[in-house]
């Protein structure tokens, strides 16, 4: 399902002949395809990423390529203070490279939890995403219409051994498959942390959230932002660029 | 010098002893009380050296442990050791051994929503570990991992649910602003060095009378754990306990004998550096601290004793005038002091006997129970006596004592009967 409106068709198929009690095979499929949507087979893509505190802002450009939900590159390439780091991601394994040190550094477990170059996206935000759609489950809450759109609201409960720490995640997923918000709710049902997209255009043939921003409830004047400028998608990418040679050594 | 003599010197010495009975009492009643000081006090920092070593041996070394050669410098699951088999296997059901349980010990990263922090995995065989080293009387809510066989497991889903759980310290639970009952997320690397994540739900909390232990190690179950980081059938370690923590040498050669050479067999003291520095410290501070109370007990023996000599001058050139030698006089002090040395000593020795035995069920310090909790003592003492401990005190006051005697007497001998006599 390559398609997305290929996509969109079969699951709509599906809402109309399964009805209400299989609500949650769809809303796994909708999480599925949502996740599907956002990278694609693979993908090539320019963005930057605005990282808001009370006292300053930064802007990094960079690029990333991805390869199924298994691989994935990103490579900043400006400012020029921080041209050069990268970050691989290859299975569940996150490698970094800066440098101005020259050297490639696994990310160890115990760093998975930190900000990603500073972010308020967590190193596990950015290698794992993708593990939402099997390690969770996911019901159907209630179905919203937003002008032309149909919105689906996902309540997605980890399960028992999961590698998460949230009660619940709570996921607004456009019927063109943008997940438009992001909600992550710890164990007592209170509201950690928000990613919304603010922004979605038409890009590289699909709804792309163009504009992601990912806060802190506690604190709402820190934020970041993701950028999205240019992205294709299902382009051929050669099984080279996601090596840690290629990370070290970029031959474009 | 015959044996007559020595029995006038004797009888001069107790004499002379009670002719300023004030005095001798006081005197009397300051050895006691120091001597008093260097037992009691020993006693009462044994206890407490004794409870930490206990506790911390319990906690997690044991007096022996197994591991891999080289898993004292590198503890991470790359150095584990097969699971005892064979000959190994009986060496740990043999009854020199008291109790003995495996474990998989894996540095990792517990996170909740809001913390993350690093702690030590521990998978353990909860029967085992309550034999060993867990006290189940240390959890405070929730349960530990149910003790259960995998047939007992297979029928009981309640114990399943919590087989598969975690038990972990108050103070973690409190930094993590998580509780019991809720899910955590456990992340380590297996052994081939990739990043393996699960999430546990708490099902028991603990606490610890050891500073940092709580914080540092959480419980979960052997075989999950071994099968998360991909160690199938091997530990990082096998403790093992037998009579006691001081002579394991017995334990060690035992246990030594029937492992494979790829194991290295190891006592707590290498273990636990930090435990056993503690023990030889402790040793060391005995010896300084009935020093430095004899220190300021004998500045107060020399002192009576000058004035007793002083206050006999004229006697003293008596005696010597009637031919007594300067010998004998230096003898009849010294003597005079041993026996004041002796009379002290046994009256501080009752009083410390009669003092520990009086404690011997331990005094409830609980008032400053948090601060002796920063060094891991225990909220109730218990008087541990050594009887080396007290003879080391007894042979130092006698032995010091009489050093210090040596000059009054030094000087009461030698007095020229003329001056002496003609003193007023």
Known sequence: ?252 | MNVSSLTIAFTLAWRNLWRNYRRTLIMLLAIGLGVWAMVFMTAMMRGMVDGMLKDGIRALPGHVQIHHPNYLDDPSVANSIAEPQGTLLDALNHPQVDAWAMRVKVPAVISSERETRGVMLLGVDAAAELNLSFDISHITQGQFLPSLTEEELAVDVQAQKAAKGIVIGVKLAQKLETRLGKRIVVMTQDIDNTIVDRGFRIVGLYQSDIPGFEEMYVYSDRRLIQSMVGLKGQVSEIAINGDGYRDNQALLSHIANASPADMKVESWRQVDAYLSAMLEMMDGFVLVWIVVIFLALSFGLMNTLIMAVFERVREIGLMQALGMRSSGVMRMILIESLLLLLLGLAAGNICSLLSIAAIQDGIDVTAVAEGMAMFGAKAVLYPVLQYSDMLLANVVVIVLGLLTSLYPAWRAAHYDPIVALNKH
């Open chain 1, 1 to 252: 399902m390559q398609h997305p409106m290929l996509a969109l068709l079969a699951s709509l198929l599906l809402f109309t002949t399964t009805g209400l009690q299989s609500a949650e095979l769809t809303a796994k499929q909708i999480v599925h395809q949502s996740m599907e949507q956002w990278r694609g087979v693979s993908s090539e893509s320019t963005m930057s990423m605005i990282i808001h505190r009370p006292d300053w802002q930064r802007t990094m450009t960079m690029r990333a390529w991805t390869q199924g939900d298994k691989l994935s590159l990103v490579r900043v390439t400006a400012p020029k203070k921080d041209v050069g780091n990268a970050t691989l991601i290859k299975d569940n394994s996150m490698w970094s490279f800066a440098p101005k040190i020259n050297r490639v550094i696994k990310i160890p477990s115990s760093m998975m939890s930190q900000g990603w170059m500073g972010s308020d996206f967590s190193n596990k935000d950015i290698g794992k995403s993708t593990d939402i759609v099997d390690q969770y489950q996911h019901r159907l809450i209630e179905t919203l219409r937003e002008g032309e759109h149909q919105v689906y609201v996902i309540e997605s409960i980890p399960l028992e051994d999961a590698a998460v720490v949230w009660g619940k995640e709570v996921l607004q997923v456009r019927d063109d498959f943008v997940v438009k918000r992001h909600e992550f709710w710890d164990q007592d049902g209170e509201l950690i942390k928000v990613m919304v997209a603010s922004e979605i255009r038409p890009m590289g043939g699909r709804a792309v959230a163009s504009r992601l921003r990912m806060a802190k409830v506690a604190t709402p004047d820190q934020w970041t932002e993701m950028v999205t400028h240019q992205v294709a998608f299902d382009v051929a990418l050669s099984p080279q660029i996601f090596t840690l040679s290629n990370l070290r050594n970029p031959r474009r």
